[in-house]
């Protein structure tokens, strides 16, 4: 059973940064996902095992980053220029090596951290 816990979700204002952090064991494809109350759970990036391929959604492209330290077996989500529309629970997940944008491809999940973001 794959562990995931996330952290460093917060209460930043409009125009701010967080750094998200989550916490993972073993070889594997990293997803951020968020969900809105009243919102379907939705694609926010990827990055696979080598960290050498990253993809993200088209409202956060520019603005936040993704990354992975093998190392401390942990993956980075940083978050720039934040807007109220970010203001979502934030889930890192896990899949055995599918480059996806899909949910349901992700095998793996953590428990989430909120983002709230005021304007």
């Known amino acids: 059973q794959v562990q995931l816990e996330e952290s460093g979700g917060g209460l930043v204002q409009a125009g701010g940064s967080l750094r998200l952090s989550c916490a993972f064991s073993?070889?594997?494809?990293m997803g951020w996902f968020r969900q809105a109350p009243g919102k379907a759970r939705e694609f926010v990036a990827y990055?696979?095992?080598?960290?050498?391929?990253?993809y993200y959604s088209d409202f956060v492209k520019g603005r936040f980053t993704i990354s992975r330290d093998n190392a401390k077996n942990t993956v980075y989500l940083q978050m720039n220029s934040l807007q109220f529309e970010d203001t979502a629970v934030y889930y890192c997940?896990?899949?055995?090596?599918?480059?996806?944008?899909?949910?349901?491809?992700?095998?793996?999940w953590g428990q989430g951290t909120q983002v709230t973001v005021s304007s």
């Open positions: 997940a896990a899949n055995i090596g599918t480059l996806s944008t899909r949910p349901n491809t992700y095998e793996f």
């Open positions: 073993g070889r594997y494809t």
């Open positions: 990055i696979n095992w080598s960290g050498g391929i990253t």
